[in-house]
């Protein structure tokens, strides 16, 4: 320090920031006093020597699986389905490395050796034509499993749908084209889905996992509305369905 300097004088000399100046001299604040004669670190240690060295070396090393599309005539068009999930490879690689103080800074590989395939990722691209988004006046059933457990007395209570149990993320599909009346959390019925298909029928979807459509929105017949899931009171994955005709519950058997 000479007679006259600040400390934001000094950093205008050097062209450096307070903040910089002060990473390398912790011990000053904005207001630290200075003397005539203190010192300042100006500048960081940088080594003087790059030690440059060439190795040949044997390494194992992640082969990154592929995803493969297939076109698939089973599901709609803008549908994508998993078929095979993918799964990663190993290789061993044999390496030139040229490193800079102990840091790589260039590789070139001699060899690879496949240790382990790696499994490529399969999704399959629906080509179906969608149908027209309306009723069609005939329903289908919406998970594709046999019933579970009927409509009737159940518990002495009235059991007012069909249960399908099925693995959590099945497909749930509308029963018919129409529009959504609700979708969302109801009570009991967990995570559910009301949809009208017009002429007075009306079904719903309960205990979902994940719904993928909202009220308003125009659905096709077979289009995946919902996961299974068994959210609300339920006892384990399935899908609850109910038909209503003319506002009241009707056996769902007689419909789909
Ligand atoms: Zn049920």
Not at 220 to 246: D, L, M, W
């Amino acid at each position: 320090m000479k007679a006259g300097d600040t400390l934001y004088g000094i950093c205008d000399k050097l062209d450096v920031t307070f903040k910089e100046l002060k990473k390398m001299n912790p011990k000053i604040t904005e207001n630290s006093v200075i003397h005539i004669g203190d010192k300042f670190v100006t500048q960081q240690a940088v080594p003087l020597l790059t030690v440059r060295t060439v190795e040949v070396s044997t390494f194992a090393e992640k082969v990154k699986y592929k995803t493969v599309y297939k076109k698939s005539s089973s599901y709609y068009q803008g549908e994508q389905v998993v078929q095979r999930s993918g799964s990663n490879g190993k290789a061993k690689i044999t390496a030139r490395l040229v490193k800079e103080n102990g840091k790589t800074v260039s590789r070139k590989d001699l060899n690879k050796e496949i240790i382990k395939e790696p499994i490529s990722k399969i999704v399959l691209k629906g080509t179906k034509k969608v149908p027209p988004k309306k009723g069609t006046g005939q329903l289908q059933r919406p998970v594709a499993v046999g019933v579970y457990r009927g409509y009737g007395p159940r518990w002495g209570r009235w059991h007012y749908g069909l249960d399908y149990a099925a693995p959590t993320g099945t497909a749930i599909r509308a029963a018919d084209g129409g529009t959504v009346i609700s979708a969302g959390w109801s009570g009991a019925y967990g995570l559910r889905i009301m949809i009208d298909h017009g002429g007075n029928i009306k079904t719903l979807y309960a205990h979902c996992s994940a719904i993928y459509v909202s009220a308003g929105q125009q659905v096709y017949k077979g289009q995946t509305i919902a996961a299974v899931g068994s959210t609300g009171r339920s006892t384990g994955p399935h899908c609850h369905f109910e038909v209503f005709k003319n506002g009241s519950n009707v056996n769902p058997a007689n419909y789909v």
